[in-house]
């Protein structure tokens, strides 16, 4: 039985690889994850960038949002009821007018099958004068295009990567969010975001969500299981975060993201942020 999508949402999720907006929380509750990013930022400006990637590891309130029941509820309907969180990643952007995120296809990096879902999770206003989320509907259906590498650029892509190759962008359309709302998009679609000309950051957090019968053929990654039962194994567990910033928990960041890393950073002339730092530019989390 769905909890939150019709049978014709399922069904234009299938067609168009997106279903936006949702309302996941309230914006309370989104208030409540901003101070608790807000206060690390605060305590950690050195290690903002480490929540570029599996970011629940490090914070137990990034594994509270990745388990708030109407992400998972809503997850569900997409993807059935046994989850797994792949992964986490903070994507903030300064209202400077200058930070975008070119189009890109995230399968260019990512080699988890059959789906990896992103629940675009707003914690502030992301609309389109703030630089949202914007898609090519049924992108997803076609094939993976070339991506080319950028450098200096004010992109807040890891490798501030593009598409290298014409395609029709027409029909793109904006994710626009309130706080406390996702956009739930295939990660094959493909996808990018404007400048930020609000008054206030654009905060997102991305959860990938995928089925525990998702696989990557190598190397042996991990996730945490966030509802019903893991029967297949394909990935290790995540531990859940006891304290922000632990020893432990810092330990365990560092093993899972340097395998994550090997794969998303596969041939890039630039070494892993979250691991590394950027190599030209300034944080775009700020």
């Known amino acids: 039985m769905l909890k939150v999508f019709s049978p014709a949402q399922v069904d234009a ?21 901003r101070e608790r990013l807000e206060a690390f930022e ?14 629940h590891l490090i914070c137990p309130w990034v594994d509270e949002l990745i388990r708030e029941p109407g992400v998972l509820d809503a997850t569900q309907d997409l993807l059935g009821p046994d989850l797994l969180c792949w992964g986490t990643s903070l994507r903030a952007k300064r209202p400077d007018g200058k930070t975008f995120a070119g189009w890109h296809q995230d399968t260019a990096y990512a080699d988890v099958k059959p789906i ?29 295009l070339p991506h080319k590498e950028a450098f200096q650029t004010s ?7 593009f598409i290298d190759a014409p395609f029709d962008r027409s029909t793109a359309v ?19 975001s404007n400048p930020n000309f609000g008054p206030d950051r654009r905060i997102l957090f991305l959860l990938e969500m995928i089925p525990t019968h998702a ?11 966030v509802r019903g039962h893991d029967a297949f194994g394909n990935f290790d567990a995540d531990p ?18 340097e395998i994550q890393a090997s794969v998303l950073f596969r041939g890039a002339q630039r070494p892993p942020r979250a691991l590394a730092g950027m ?8």
């Open 13 to 33: 999720f299938a067609r168009d690889g997106f279903v936006s907006p949702v309302r996941v929380m309230a914006p309370e509750r989104a208030r409540y994850y």
């Open 42 to 55: 605060a305590a950690y400006p050195e290690h903002r960038l480490k929540l570029d990637q599996k970011a």
């Open 116 to 144: 990896v879902l992103i629940v675009a999770v707003a914690l502030s206003p992301a609309r389109s004068e703030n630089g949202c989320i914007r898609g090519i509907p049924g992108s997803h259906r076609g094939p993976l």
């Open 155 to 161: 992109s807040l892509l890891s490798r501030e990567q």
């Open 174 to 192: 904006d994710f626009a969010l309130d706080p406390g709302e996702a956009a739930l998009f295939n990660n094959a679609m493909i996808h990018s």
């Open 215 to 225: 696989y990557q053929h190598e190397p042996r990654e991990s996730a945490t299981l």
């Open 240 to 257: 859940r975060p006891q304290a922000e910033m632990g020893a432990a928990e810092l330990a365990a960041w560092t093993r899972a993201v």
């Open 279 to 286: 190599t030209s530019g300034t944080p775009p989390v700020g």
